[in-house]
């Protein structure tokens, strides 16, 4: 029987689920590219000297005081971490990387409290890319059909690309950062992850018979912010965000706040706010519900000019 180094009970109540922790990225190997895992005490270090590599771990989790770094080749270099192991992935300890880590976990990640993930970029889902799209680079297609969560309730900074959230339920109770980047919350069964779009993913025709959403509580700064859910029960769908979320863009790399709950209800409890230097940038919030609370706050305005705000609901609810 496999005994783990560290043993803890978390429950996250509003997602009604518990987690147990297991320490340390666990059985790795890698199945394309050139990577050398090395694991000693407290630290997992991943030497990757091919531009884009896949390693298949049996757990992936990190326990706190643990650290894993992944160092490439460049920031543009990538790796694909695909877990097969029975348990949700937990991070409560230090993620670091140069490069792009791409993190597939069908059983759900929850990053805890006192985590902290910096990289180019981070993409953790509960659905998959083929390796071969993966190798390529390009347009991903993320498919599947788990019913996990991915949570954060610590910090995920990217230094340079983006950060993606995909699984049936997202929320942030915590930090997310990409400066001159995306970040994307989607819960949908299929969608197209598009690098060299203007709006970075498109989701896929879905149907979501279970509860499914999206929900903001503290604090997202990006380039451009997207916020999306789709699925086929607009009762149990929602994009909820009741936190900070701004898209502040200097060298015209973006300025946009898009939150689109298709046949379910957008709700708006924070401060949305979207910028271009010194234009106003653009809002949108799209559902077949649109709602706004007394707490809502949307500015999209600038100093030489203002921005756009949309609101637009399916059944005239705003």
């Not at 009970?9 to 997602?15: E, Q, W």
């Not at 407290?42 to 884009?52: D, F, G």
């Not at 695909?82 to 976990?105: A, H, M």
């Not at 995306?182 to 992850?193: I, K, R």
Request: one cysteine or more; charged letters at 15%; aromatic letters at 6%.
């Amino acid at each position: 029987m496999f005994t783990p180094k560290l043993k803890k009970v978390y429950a996250f109540v509003s997602l009604c689920y518990a987690y147990t922790l297991i320490a340390g990225p666990t059985d790795g190997q890698v199945i394309s590219g050139s990577a050398i895992i090395q694991q000693q005490g407290a630290l997992t270090h991943i030497e990757q000297s091919s531009q884009k590599a896949i390693i298949q771990w049996l757990e992936f989790s990190i326990a706190p005081g643990e650290t894993t770094q992944f160092q490439m080749p460049s920031a543009s270099s990538a790796v694909l971490n695909r877990v097969v192991g029975g348990n949700p992935s937990e991070i409560y300890g230090k993620l670091s990387s140069n490069g792009q880590v791409y993190l597939i976990k069908p059983n759900g990640t929850l990053v805890g409290n006192g985590a902290t993930i910096n990289s180019a970029a981070f993409i953790a889902s509960t659905r998959d890319i083929k390796d071969s799209e993966f190798s390529l680079g390009g347009t991903l297609n993320f498919f599947g059909n788990s019913l996990a969560s991915i949570t954060n309730l610590g910090s995920i900074n990217a230094s340079s690309g983006n950060v993606f959230l995909i699984a049936n339920n997202v929320s942030n109770q915590g930090n997310i950062k990409a400066d001159t980047g995306t970040v994307g919350m989607v819960s949908a069964t299929g969608l197209m992850l598009m690098p060299s779009s203007n709006e970075k993913n498109l989701i896929k025709p879905t149907v979501l018979k279970d509860m499914s959403s999206v929900e903001h509580q503290r604090l997202i700064a990006a380039a451009q912010v997207e916020l999306k859910a789709a699925g086929g029960n607009p009762y149990a769908l929602a994009v909820n965000t009741g936190g900070n979320l701004s898209a502040i863009s200097i060298d015209n790399v973006g300025d946009k706040i898009i939150i689109n709950a298709k046949s379910g209800t957008a709700s708006v409890g924070g401060t949305l706010t979207a910028k271009q230097g010194d234009k106003g940038g653009e809002i949108q919030v799209t559902g077949q519900h649109v709602a706004l609370t007394e707490q809502a706050k949307l500015d999209a305005s600038g100093k030489s000019g203002g921005g756009n705000i949309y609101l637009w609901s399916d059944k005239n609810t705003l």
